[in-house]
């Protein structure tokens, strides 16, 4: 039997799509920091009405990729020092638990998919595509969360890892960091095939922190150099 969508259903799903497009758009730079994002011009570059926009407005205010600043407007939200550090934080202890949980349930089967991923990672490292690589080195983490098998945790990794995505453009730039996440990943890959559930659950973590790092050095030389 054929469900019937409601005007709510259509409304919702298109609330849904307009939250995806504009996130995307932040991620790309698009978008950039501190952007006004000015109502009218959103719903004629969007083809989309007010009501929409607005509720896809809070939801991103709530995601942190928006804030709304009294009686100024709409704003793509700052990048910053704390949020990364609070972010990346979080993420590589669920990420961590995710890889431990997922050693457990899936192992060699994972490890498997892991390599097909990240032999092609590497390729794109050795050719110097790193829009190439960061597309891989998503999905080499997506298929570690996927795995895991607990959706509540799934759900919550790729709210942190969407936020994470507006930082990692900074990162991968950086010097000896594509080859230092290769390294860390055939590492990673070593103790899934092994099922150390325990030591690729480090990994993982050491990994994820190892960003933090990167990022206080990449905000601190932004910073002397204005």
């Known amino acids: 039997m054929k469900i ?3 005007p709510g259903h259509l409304h919702k799903s298109l609330v849904r799509t307009i939250v995806e497009d504009i996130e995307d758009r932040i991620i790309r730079g698009e978008l950039k920091p501190g952007e006004r994002l000015v109502e009218l011009a959103m719903c004629d570059m969007l083809d989309v009405s007010r009501s929409p926009l607005r509720e896809a407005f809070r939801i991103l205010e709530d995601q942190g ?3 709304n600043k009294a009686r100024k ?13 609070n972010i990346y934080t979080i993420r590589a202890s669920l990420e961590s638990l995710a890889a431990f949980l ?3 349930a899936k192992g060699a089967e994972l490890a498997a998919v892991l390599r097909v991923t990240h032999e092609k990672m590497k390729k794109a ?5 790193l829009s190439a690589y960061s597309e891989y080195n998503s999905q080499f983490h997506e298929d570690i969360i996927s795995a895991c098998g607990n959706d509540l945790l799934i759900e919550m ?14 990162i991968r730039s950086t010097a000896g960091r594509p080859e230092e996440s290769i390294r860390k990943h ?3 890959i070593k103790y899934i095939e092994s099922g150390d559930a325990a030591l690729a659950e480090m990994v993982s973590r050491e990994s994820i922190l190892d960003n933090i790092r ?6 601190k030389d932004e910073e002397e150099a204005e």
Not at 73 to 85: I, K, S
Not at 214 to 219: A, H, R, S
């Open 102 to 104: 997922a050693v457990r």
């Open 214 to 219: 990167l990022v206080e050095k990449i905000f």
């Open 125 to 129: 490292v050795e050719r110097g595509d």
């Open 65 to 67: 990729f928006l804030v």
């Open 157 to 170: 990794l790729r709210r942190f890892n969407r936020q994470t995505a507006r930082y990692r453009a900074k």
């Open 186 to 188: 055939e590492e990673l």
């Open 4 to 6: 019937r969508a409601t």
């Open 73 to 85: 407007g709409v704003f793509v939200a700052a990048l910053t020092r704390r949020e990364a550090v």
